[in-house]
């Protein structure tokens, strides 16, 4: 049978709500569906329909990525990718991500981002592992900072979190590559100052902002739970999130974290791949990294724009050949990069570097590097002078990361 895609109208917006539901073998139906008319784009809201049934589903967002020397690239990020259990092995999210990914590259993005919910799914569609994430537990009774943090901390109610964090958040967003823009729903679901029915509410919990000597500030929202072991207080931390804009207010939030009585052990769900904290404390070995793991997924789009766009801590030119099977931005690429600005133009140039579209996703961040994709045999290397070249222009100094669920 053949399946109608195409974006829904504002009527069909509690089926569309009640097949996510289905796909993500949640029972809600279209609860949320009311909540989410407001800020949702129908035209980039589609739907895999079986007649009048909505079968799979799929949406994105515009969004703003920070790349290497901060600034920011225009790119979709796509999300509620399902498919009912009825409906599966027919290609029908394959059609919705690839008219996703065209209309993506007709509004001009330069680039798509997704959360993979499995590995192997997405690289068919140029998607690559972009961003490291991993959890952090951090021993409360041991772990302590090495040196005093001077500086301010207090505690804050929910409406004053919610009118900080934005500003907050776009000090974190500026300071990690690889972090996105959050729309403005993004922070009333965080702080649970409005509810979606479809969704667990967000634990209760406190907010402390921070503020170093300087005036800048950051804010992490923790919930806390009692607990004891023989009469002896073992209390648990959780953090829900934790933004600053620099590594002494990440400091100061810390030491307020690892001052509070009580409390056994401190819980962070998301932590970047070099994450600071360690050489914080007088034990690095009081923090115990767990579950690091892959988080975006970067899709080019258009690979001389993305290119351009970015900051090199170093010179060199080289030749690359991206292949796109899907058409959007495979070429030969002569990219000629040095610390104050990049040129990257279409050439006929014999290329120093043949890589697939997926593997130019990974790479571009700079977390991960050239020669580890060419040993995995992702990249065929024609010059390897020029291979080393093109691996130290793209490394990032730090891991590229981001905290943001979509």
Not at 354 to 378: D, E, K, W
Request: proline fraction near 5%.
């Amino acid at each position: 049978m053949v399946h109608d895609i195409r974006t829904i109208t504002d009527d069909e917006l509690p089926a569309w709500t009640a097949a996510v539901s289905t796909g993500f073998f949640r029972t809600t139906g279209d609860a949320g569906a009311e909540l989410r008319r407001a800020w949702m784009e129908l035209d980039r809201t589609w739907g895999a329909f079986d007649g009048a049934e909505i079968a799979a589903t799929a949406r994105s967002f515009p969004t703003s990525m920070t790349v290497p020397g901060g600034n920011g690239i225009d790119v979709s990020a796509l999300t509620a990718v399902t498919t009912t259990s009825t409906h599966r092995r027919r290609g029908l999210a394959s059609r919705l991500v690839h008219a996703d990914l065209v209309a993506a590259k007709e509004r001009g993005e330069i680039a798509s981002v997704l959360i993979a919910a499995e590995w192997p799914i997405y690289g068919r569609f140029g998607f690559g592992p972009s961003t490291e994430s991993q959890r952090a537990v951090i021993d409360a009774r041991a772990g302590r900072l090495r040196e005093p943090i001077a500086g301010s901390v207090e505690f804050i109610e929910r409406a004053v979190a919610r009118e900080i964090v934005p500003p907050v958040y776009d000090g974190h967003r500026v300071r990690y590559v690889g972090e996105i823009q959050r729309l403005p729903h993004f922070w009333d679901l965080e702080l649970g100052v409005v509810v979606d029915p479809a969704w667990p509410a967000p634990k209760a919990g406190f907010f402390v902002r921070a503020t170093d000597g300087d005036g800048a500030s950051g804010l992490v929202s923790y919930s806390y739970e009692d607990k004891e072991k023989g009469r002896v207080p073992a209390s648990e931390v959780t953090v829900n999130f934790m933004f600053a804009p620099n590594p002494t207010v990440e400091a100061l939030l810390w030491q307020h974290l690892l001052a509070l009585d009580l409390v056994a052990t401190i819980t962070v769900g998301e932590m970047p791949a070099d994450s600071v904290l360690p050489w914080l404390l007088t034990d690095g070995r009081h923090v115990q990294f767990q579950h690091r793991s892959d988080f975006h997924w970067l899709r080019p789009l258009d690979v001389p724009k993305m290119l351009t766009s970015r900051a090199f801590h170093a010179s060199g030119s080289v030749v690359l050949e991206i292949i796109d099977s899907l058409g959007f931005t495979g070429g030969r690429y002569a990219l000629d990069a040095t610390p104050s600005g990049a040129t990257c133009v279409a050439t006929t140039a014999s290329a120093d570097l043949t890589m697939g579209v997926a593997a130019c996703g990974s790479l571009y961040l700079g977390g991960h590097r050239l020669r580890t994709l060419a040993a995995a045999g992702l990249i065929d290397v024609h010059s390897q002078g020029a291979a080393d070249v093109l691996d130290s222009l793209l490394h990032s100094p730090t891991a590229p990361f981001s905290a943001t669920w979509f």
